[in-house]
């Protein structure tokens, strides 16, 4: 009798340990401001977890920011949206390979009045130089997020410097996607963002969409693991089950049904660099 009780606690004790292991098998994604404030996460990630038992802890700041966790070995997936950093991010050997997930766009929000009126322009290039000339009100992540990469690049490609204008008509606030809408909103200024977050926005006050269409707003996501040669502790298994379900037609599937109001936020491209259309 004592030993049958002895076997039993034994086996008792083992399969505590293995639901307490399970429930503790998690990794670590650095992410965007927009894939978190968008809501994606919130629909995706319940559907790997109940597929792959493996949790996920999603740290939610600007591109570089979520680069540079990487780099630390302070994550063991990187997603995130500067395909020009991302690749240096692998370039140096800090993670990869990297991995196509999805797409949308930016677009250019300011208040209903449009004092710089540039309301359905495409040329974004235009609209940002009829908004420096008009000297209206534009409020800037300046937080190294994909977004504030984007619009640096938009502003040269509009051949006009931001800069000069720093404390007076352009704002930078160093803060997420949701800040700076909400300054914006606050302020009657314009913004860059991307179409998931403004989507998922609700304080929008005198805020509309004034430009979008231009192909120069295109908006690549990536993923890539954390290199466990360079940091032995991240969880490169779970990681790579992670990005493989991002890829698969399951992660796919899950990416374009999450929608608001019957509108999909991010159109999964995993087969393909560039959308359909």
Known sequence: MISWILRRGLLAAVVLSF????????????STTSTEQSGLFGHILPLFTREAGI?????????????????????????????????????EGSGGPRRHVMYNDFVVVGPAA?????????DTAEALRRIAAARAPFVSRGDR?????AELRLWRQAEVDPAGGRGAWYREIGQGMGPVLNTAAAQN?????????????????EL??????????????????VNPRRHPHVKAADGQRFIDWLV????????????????QLFFPNAARPEPTS
């Not at 004092?115 to 322009?121: I, Q, S, T, Y």
């Not at 997020?145 to 990469?149: K, W």
């Not at 200024?189 to 006050?205: K, P």
């Not at 037609?249 to 608001?260: C, N, T």
């Open 114 to 122: 449009d004092p710089a009126r540039v309301n359905g322009l495409r």
């Open 19 to 30: 639901a307490a292991n399970a429930q503790e098998r998690s990794i670590t994604v650095a």
């Open 248 to 263: 698969s037609a399951a992660g796919q599937a899950a990416i374009a049904g999450h929608k608001i109001e019957g509108e």
């Open 145 to 149: 997020s994909g977004t504030h990469a």
């Open 189 to 205: 200024a314009y913004a860059l963002t991307d179409r998931g977050t403004w989507l998922a926005f609700r304080n929008r006050q």
């Open 55 to 91: 949790a996920v802890r999603v740290v939610a700041v600007g591109t570089g920011q979520a680069l540079d966790i990487g780099r630390r070995g302070d994550a063991d997936v990187v997603f995130v949206h500067d395909r020009a950093a991302e690749e240096r991010f692998v370039a």
């Open 208 to 225: 509309r969409i004034a430009v979008e269409g231009d192909a120069r707003l295109f908006n690549q996501y990536g993923v890539m693991p």
